[in-house]
């Protein structure tokens, strides 16, 4: 099984600055999409951002201008840097990814344990 571990939520107020990690276990043969996902209480989960194995990335547009995301293929991690946090952006974040444990295996989807982050002064 492949295991994400999303790290750096907390409070912050308005206008700041968080970073989340994710590390994806390393016993996988290849990811491919990894990204993020948010869910606020009483709303569906939406993607935030999410960057293909070769560095393409996709924005939500709430987020655009604010939020980057970024990976580390040799580490099998990918990050987001949250600048300008509004109020809205509180909800659980969880880290995605699409991966392919074995050769003999197909790609499939794997999630995080979430992450809470809270925007309020």
């Known amino acids: 099984q492949v295991q994400l571990v999303e790290s750096g939520g907390g409070l912050v107020q308005p206008g700041g600055s968080l970073r989340l990690s994710c590390a994806a276990s390393r016993n996988i043969l290849s990811i491919n999409a990894m990204g993020w996902y948010r869910q606020a209480p009483g709303k569906q989960r939406e993607l935030v951002a999410a960057?293909?194995?070769?560095?393409?990335?996709n924005y939500a547009d709430s987020v655009k201008g604010r939020f980057t995301i970024s990976r580390d293929n040799a580490k099998n991690t990918v990050y987001l840097q949250m600048n300008s946090l509004k109020p809205e952006d509180t909800a659980v974040y969880y880290c995605h990814a699409n991966a392919r444990r074995t050769i003999a295996t197909p790609s499939s989807n794997y999630w995080g344990q979430g992450t809470q982050v809270t925007v309020s002064s």
């Open positions: 960057i293909t194995s070769g560095g393409s990335t």
